[in-house]
Structures are given as structure tokens and as C-alpha cells.
């Protein structure tokens, strides 16, 4: 009995042995694990910050070496810049309010091609086509385009003085006197302002274009102009005609013939003083 506790006890104590042996050859298994992974995670982190710079330093070395645009010439500048300038301008042709008659809507097209063309009387046909617009900004348009050829459309440019719309007939008048100041020929730039002031009668207008019949160095054509406007004007541009002329001869108006004395006269001291420069 004794012998056969004896064996039980011996079994036991190689049982705990065993199982002490085994927590213990783990544990440091675990152990060498646990003091492994800081160093493999550092080793990879490092590997990863390596790899990164690699790929930074291959990345600039690429934009260093990707070459520059080349740069164009001002020839090639100039061309593009006036075929962007021309794709505007076509582009500009098609831009019509479409609420216009279809007939504006042409005319308006055909206007602004003359303009890209600088055909002179293709613009002023189509600015006589719109001259009787319903539409102020057409007929605004229209001014704007007789303008920019100055005194060739100058007669064009006459018609739209009598404008309803205030600010047209303002434009018209600006653009107008500016043309006729590009005229050096006395008797052409008073035929202009007969045909002007005989058929506005706008006061403030007349105003500011009876002043251009002071400006002409002739007097004596200019005081013949004057007899036409106060003979066949309308009532105000006949008024203000009177108005100049009695501001460039000091004399009242008492008809044509008192005037046209006034130029004979006027004629013989000119006849003298050149004899007498001769003598």
C-alpha cells in the first residue's frame, strides 16, 4: 500500500514538472517575440522612409529635367492675336437680337462685316438700311460705325443728326463734327453744315454746329452759306443762320440783298489790297 502511494505521488510530481517545463520553454518564446517586434517595426518604418525619399528625389529629378515650352515669336504672337481679334468679330456678326426684323438682323450682320472688311460704302448702306430702326441701339450702332470712317461717310452721318433718341443724335453730332474737322476744303465743309443746319431744328444742335461757320477762314463763302440756311433752312436753323451772320459781318439781316452787298463789298477790299500789295 505504502509502495503504491508512493508511484501516485511520483507520477504527480513528473506531471507538474512537464507542465512547469512547457509554461516555461513559452515563455520565453514569447519573451524573444516580444523584443523582436520594435526592432522589425523600426526596421520597416525606416525601409518605408527610405523607399518614399527614393521616390521624391526620382520625382524631382523628372521635373528638372522636362524641358520648357517654347517660346514664340512676336510673328507668331501678332498672327494669333489677330486671329482671335477676327473669330471675335465673326462671332459679333451672328450676335443679333433675334427679336429684330429678320431685314435689321441682315443689315446689322452686313454692317459690322464692312467694319471688319473697312469697306466704306457697304457700311454706309447698311447704316442707311437702319436708319429707320424702331431700335435706338441699332440706330446707335449704326452711328458708331459712320464714325469710325470718318469724313468719307460724312453725308451718312448728317441724317441721323435729327435723331429722336437724345443720345443718338448726341452721338451723331460728336462723331459728325469730328469728321468735318478732317475736311480742309472751306467750300466742302460749308456745304456739309448748309445741309446740316437746313434740316435740323434742334436748338442745341444748331448751336453747337452754327459754331463751325465761324471757324472757316473764308468769311465771304461763309456769309453765302448763311443766306442759303436763312432762305431754306427750317425755322430754328434759319434762326440761328441769321444769328451767325450777324455776329461775323456786325450787321443786322435785312434780306439777301443787303447781304450779298456785304460780299461784293467785302470782295472789292479784297481786290484792293491785293492790287496794292503788287504796286
Known sequence: MTKKWIGIALVGLLAVAAAVSVFCFSGSDGADETKDRPRRSKRMRRDNVHSATNVVAKTGKKVKKAKKPKKRSKQEVRVEQRLARLRRQIAAENEVDPSLPRAERNAL????????????????????????????????????????????????????????????????????????????????????????????????????????????????????????????????????????YEFMTGEEWRGRGPALQWVSEHDSEAADGADDTEG
Not at 453725308?155 to 452721338?171: I, K, P, Q
Not at 472757316?216 to 453765302?224: N, R
Open 109 to 244: 450682320r452686313g454692317l459690322r462685316g464692312a467694319l471688319r472688311d473697312d469697306n466704306v460704302s457697304a457700311a454706309a448702306r447698311y447704316a442707311a438700311q437702319l436708319k429707320d430702326s424702331a431700335s435706338a441701339e441699332v440706330r446707335s450702332e449704326a452711328v458708331q460705325a459712320l464714325g469710325w470712317f470718318g469724313s468719307k461717310t460724312l453725308s451718312e452721318l448728317t441724317g441721323f443728326l435729327s435723331d429722336s433718341d437724345e443720345n443718338v443724335a448726341s452721338e451723331a453730332r460728336m462723331a459728325w463734327e469730328r469728321s468735318l474737322s478732317e475736311i480742309e476744303d472751306d467750300a466742302v465743309k460749308l456745304q456739309y453744315i448748309e445741309v446740316a443746319m437746313s434740316s435740323i431744328d434742334n436748338g442745341d444742335m444748331l448751336d453747337s454746329i452754327s459754331m463751325n461757320l465761324n471757324q472757316v477762314s473764308d468769311e465771304k463763302a461763309a456769309v453765302k452759306s448763311m443766306i442759303n440756311i436763312i432762305e431754306s433752312g427750317t425755322p430754328s436753323g434759319s434762326a440761328k443762320a441769321r444769328e451767325a
